[in-house]
């Protein structure tokens, strides 16, 4: 017991220790000095998360088991760092200028940004992560149970639950801590990534020393020990070609496709040229891994009685031989192995989650018009933290639920084959432009159904999951459909025939639903990006900038916020970061600040295109432009709306400016015409004044002259009268409000009223009438009183106007175009044309004045006329005077 | 002290009552009643005063008025003018145009007889 607490206490120190150098990493990469923490030796270290726990223990096993096959399970990765570097460079350029987190967000960025995608991928990677997870919790408690085994000490299986528990919490406190302490956008967790390059080395240095230690301790040395070999059945070469192609194709791909490999070889990668060391040093830390397995495997088998687990070998042999401390190594790199399997899993797992599952929901609960846009960081932290401890309880879960047993290699591969299903829709998204969402979602969709009916169900054992019958029958006897037999193919090895089915349908479906559907334009723009990455973006530098490109900065920064409010947000910045100078360090707190101040001006995609273009951590990705266009296309609808409003506040303008220059006008009228009718009041009154005066005050006059001077006063008392009539009458005429009293009678009949009523008093029998009775024969149907009062004023205008030593007046009635017309033309000299014009306005005489008249007639004449549907008009070229009145059709319809 | 006064107005009643006033005071009176030939009227008469209406057929009584203070000859002519249209800004033609008085119609005599002998006087 007493080594037991030991190993316990090992343990929490050596926890301690990871958190240690985590912490330190954060900070060192906090305060910038962090250049040896993007080395390429940390970024080959990190990519060891390879080896899980899976590796560590389960390669011995796998060589005890089935000889040099597990060398496969390392020459996958190993061909795919060496031979496919250049798939690689392009993975990691896409993710860098794309800001790709996750394999998720890779697939769903490519297809168009479909969401759907990016859950289906998410749910499909947790779904094979998690039987991984719970492996390697497994491997600790049972390497913990062995090792407690080892002392007599039994452990119950609630006290290895509880050790799984705690072993997990620590590992979901440790993602916690490390994964989520601020909101990168690049997503990189140096704490993290540092962590797991020591347990890199810690697990490949008791991988080492337990071999050395087999080799030279206990084999005796090298001769010996491939003396042993070459009698062992492990050094039979036993080659199943189909086996060996499918598990290294199954390696190679599941390096690519699995979500913690891709965390951190593209999420986390500092710098593009460090594939170029990796490339040959990850195959080599490989091989150095394997370099000790069969060995180990093959004296463990001698040394170990008959049915002893041979996945312990490397914990079990120093064991056995009393070699306490090297257990206690080895215990701890297996430990390594599977926490930073874990750490990583975790986190890539808790991005997919979060941002394509949780972060949505909780978006879409959000009311509209919520701080949606505001700072949603501790949102999503929160929602990353809750996603981490989904993620590794639910590998607890699983471990629990299946309680462990199952050879650790084989949910291994399991979880390989389920996760290569995501190899087609990334080799084809990022090369080839014709693939479309449509086909990515079949393709994926078609893998995924293959692989967990022909794998993962199965995988739990006849009887539990899937029947015996299902197995050896087929479904509903379908025997073509055997989850091991696809097509009556029998005798293949169940994995082969998985990953072959799989793999091929998955392939072709999504070859065949992307040739037969439509790319959106989102996509086609996408698919080019990613296909041609290389030529759209340079190559990225690291996101903290020189001096020189926040000169670039201050330059847009003038430009967009005005040259004094950039001056002085640099300087305070820099004056913030402790510089001398004017031009603060381009960190990305001051880029972020930064770009907040533009996102204020030109709106929050173009100011983070903007920036990103000069940084040039991150270029501008199809998201982006699309984003711009939105803004661009608001801003463009505003100021359109902005266009339209001010040409309509200049149309209400110019309709006020003619309004205001008609009130004008009609108030210089109304000044002119109140003028006018003073003037034509106070004419009349003078004489009545004056005459009335000149009674009052002379007493010498004759009766001759009071009779005179009294008649004048008299008749200019009638013309005032007359002139109120006549204004009253043209007002009631003008408002519209007259009252016609429509009557029948003949023309004849209103014409001679009119000659009576207009020629009398003196002079009258001077003025000859002409007239044709016989076309006066015509009944009219209007308001006779008012045309007779039209006629009478013409024939009196003749009487008074008529210039002709013998005055004569023609009255001729015809038609024209229908209507009834009368005319009036008399032999005087007529109205001169410059008058001609005016004569129906109001107090418009014309000539010398020879006789009283306000001037009111014609103005009444022609609003009569209107009144009545006619008109009436100065009839030009007829010799002398000339009106001609017009009486619409159906007024003379009755004359017929 | 010549006793000549010019009227020139276009409505009959008024040059009679004018001249029937003026008359009666011992003027002798000679009367015009249209404005195209006022002006030479003026001047062939050379009366000592002026009655001048306004709103004259052929040309307003400002336009002769003008004239006539253009010329030498009938530049400080007493000039009263008449008018029927009783505004301020009437007013203001007429003392701009170089009118000795004015007056509104409708006028009392003795205040027209009254202007008469100051300006014929004064």
């Known amino acids: 017991m007493g080594t037991l607490n030991i190993l316990v206490g090992v343990c929490l120190i050596y926890v301690v220790f990871l958190f240690l150098i985590a912490f330190a990493a954060e900070r060192a990469a906090l305060e910038g000095k962090g250049g040896w923490l993007r080395s390429p030796l940390i970024y080959t270290l990190s990519l060891s998360i390879y080896c899980t726990a899976w590796t560590f223990y389960g390669a011995v096993g796998y060589a005890a088991r089935s000889g040099l096959e597990y060398l496969t399970i390392y020459i996958g990765p190993s061909l795919v760092m060496i031979g496919w570097w250049w798939l690689l460079r392009k993975l990691v350029r896409i993710g860098r200028s794309q800001r790709i987190t996750s394999i998720a967000d890779l697939i769903s960025s490519r297809y168009g940004k479909s969401n759907l995608l990016a859950v289906g991928v998410t749910v499909l990677a947790v779904i094979g992560t998690t039987p991984y997870i719970a492996l390697q919790l497994q491997s600790v408690t049972v390497s913990f149970d062995v090792f407690s085994s080892a002392y007599g000490a039994e452990l119950t299986e609630a006290t290895q639950g509880s050790n799984a528990l705690l072993v997990a919490a620590g590992l979901a406190l440790f993602t916690i801590v490390f994964g ?10 140096h704490g993290v990534v540092m962590a797991v390059a020591v347990e890199a080395i810690v697990k490949l240095f008791a991988l080492l020393a337990v071999g050395i230690f087999v080799v030279w301790g206990l ?42 490999m891709f965390q951190v070889m593209v ?53 056995a031989t009393g070699n306490d401390a090297l257990a206690m190594l080895s215990f701890i790199g297996g430990f390594s192995s599977a926490t930073s399997m874990v750490i990583v899993a975790a986190l890539a797992l808790s991005t997919m989650v979060s941002n394509h599952i949780v972060m949505p929901i909780w978006l879409s609960t959000q009311s509209v018009g919520a701080s949606v846009s505001g700072d949603v960081r501790h949102v999503v932290l929160l929602s990353r933290r809750i996603s981490i401890g989904a993620v590794v309880f639910l590998g607890y879960l699983y471990f629990r639920l299946s309680g462990g047993g199952t050879a650790l290699a084989s949910i291994g591969l399991i979880s390989f084959a389920g996760v290569a299903q995501f190899l087609p829709v990334l080799i084809g998204g990022i090369f080839w ?47 073509w459909l055997r989850p091991q037999a696809f097509f009556g193919i029998t005798g293949m090895d169940p994995l082969v025939h998985a990953v072959f089915w799989s793999i ?30 290389f030529e759209h973006s340079s190559t990225p530098q690291s996101w903290a900038g020189s001096l020189a490109q926040t000169e670039d900065l201050m330059v847009m920064a003038q430009r967009i916020i005005g040259a004094r409010e950039a001056q002085n947000l640099f300087e305070r910045e820099a004056k913030r970061q402790g510089m001398s100078g004017l031009l603060p360090e381009p960190s990305p707190d001051f ?56 040409e309509e506040q200049a149309r209400t303008a110019r309709q006020l400016r003619q309004a205001n220059e008609k009130l004008t006008l009609i108030s210089e009228q109304k000044d002119s015409f109140l003028s006018q009718v003073s003037h034509e009041l106070r004419t009349p009154m003078t004489s009545i004044r004056a005459f009335s005066e000149i009674l009052r005050d002379s007493d010498r006059l004759s ?34 409000r007259v009252n016609l009293n429509m009557q029948s009678g003949s023309l004849k009949g209103i014409l001679d009223h009119a000659v009576a009523s207009a020629l009398t008093g003196a002079g009258a029998d001077k003025m000859q009438v002409v007239r044709n009775a016989a076309y006066e024969e015509i009944t009219l149907n209007t308001d006779l009183d008012r045309l007779s009062q039209v006629f009478i004023n013409l024939i009196g205008n003749a009487q008074k106007y008529c210039d002709a030593n013998a005055p004569k007046l023609r009255i001729e009635v015809g038609r024209s175009n229908g209507a009834l017309v009368v005319d009036f033309i008399d032999n005087g000299s007529g109205i001169p044309k410059t008058e001609q014009a005016v004569i129906f306005e109001k107090f418009s005489r014309t000539g010398e004045q020879k006789v009283k008249g306000a001037g009111l007639g014609l103005a009444i004449c022609r609003e009569i006329m209107t009144r009545l549907g006619g008109a009436v008009e100065y009839l030009p070229g007829q010799g002398g005077a000339a009106f001609r009145v017009t009486l619409p059709e159906e007024v003379a319809l009755a004359a017929q | 002290m010549g006793k000549n006064v010019l009227v020139i107005e276009d409505e009959p009643n008024i040059i009679e009552a004018i001249s029937f006033i003026l008359s009666r005071d011992g003027w002798s009176v000679a009367t015009h009643s249209n404005g195209h030939d006022a002006v030479g009227v003026v001047q062939n008469a050379m009366p000592d005063l002026v009655i001048l209406d306004v709103m004259l057929p052929g040309k307003t009584g400002y336009d002769i008025l003008r004239e006539l203070r253009s010329e030498d000859a009938t530049q400080g002519l007493p000039v009263l003018m008449l008018t029927a249209k ?26 027209v007889l009254d202007a008469v002998r100051e300006l014929v006087t004064g």
């Not at chain 1, 989520?180 to 967790?189: A, G, P, Q």
């Not at chain 1, 972020?592 to 273009?613: P, Y």
């Not at chain 1, 200019?716 to 009631?732: F, G, H, I, P, Q």
């Open chain 1, 591 to 646: 880029l972020q600040r930064l770009e907040r101040e533009l996102a204020g001006s030109v709106g929050a995609a173009t100011a983070h295109a903007m920036i990103g273009q000069i940084v040039g951590g991150a270029s501008v990705s199809v998201e982006d432009l699309m984003a711009v266009a939105d803004e661009t296309a608001q801003m463009m609808e505003y100021s359109s709306k902005l266009e339209a409003k001010s």
């Open chain 1, 703 to 736: 009766e001759d002259e009071k009779i005179k001077y009294s008649s004048i006063i008299h008749d200019e008392a009638l013309r005032l009268t007359r002139l109120l009539d006549d204004l009253l009458d043209l007002s009631v005429l003008e408002s519209g």
């Open chain 1, 267 to 319: 999420v986390e990668n500092e710098d593009e040229d460090h594939l170029r060391t990796a490339s040959w040093a990850f195959p080599a830390y490989l091989m150095i891994m394997s370099l000790f397995v069969v060995p180990i495997a093959v004296v463990g088998l001698d040394l170990m009685p008959a049915g002893s687990n041979p996945d312990f070998f490397v914990l079990t042999v120093p064991l």
């Open chain 1, 433 to 479: 432009r014709g693939a479309t969402r449509t086909g990515a979602f079949v393709g994926l969709t078609v893998g995924f159904l293959i692989w967990a009916y022909t794998l993962l169900l199965p995988s739990f054992g006849a009887g539990t999951l899937v029947s015996e019958a299902m197995l050896t029958e087929g479904p509903m006897g379908l025997s």
């Open chain 1, 180 to 189: 989520t302490r601020n909101l990168d956008v690049n997503e990189r967790h």
């Open chain 1, 219 to 260: 084999g005796g040395g090298v001769s010996e020990t491939l003396a042993r070999i070459d009698a062992s059945e492990i050094g039979q070469w036993q080659m199943r070609g189909d086996r060996w192609a499918t598990l290294i194709f199954l390696s190679g791909a599941a390096f690519l496709c699995l979500p913690r």
């Open chain 1, 504 to 533: 091929l349908l998955n392939t072709m479906s999504f070859f065949v639903a992307s040739l037969v559907g439509f790319p959106s334009p989102l996509e086609r723009l996408q698919g080019a990006q990613f296909v041609n990455v």
């Open chain 2, 86 to 111: 009783g505004q301020v800004k009437d007013r203001e033609m007429a003392e701009r145009a170089g009118a000795s008085r004015f007056m509104t119609k409708p006028f009392s005599n003795a205040e």
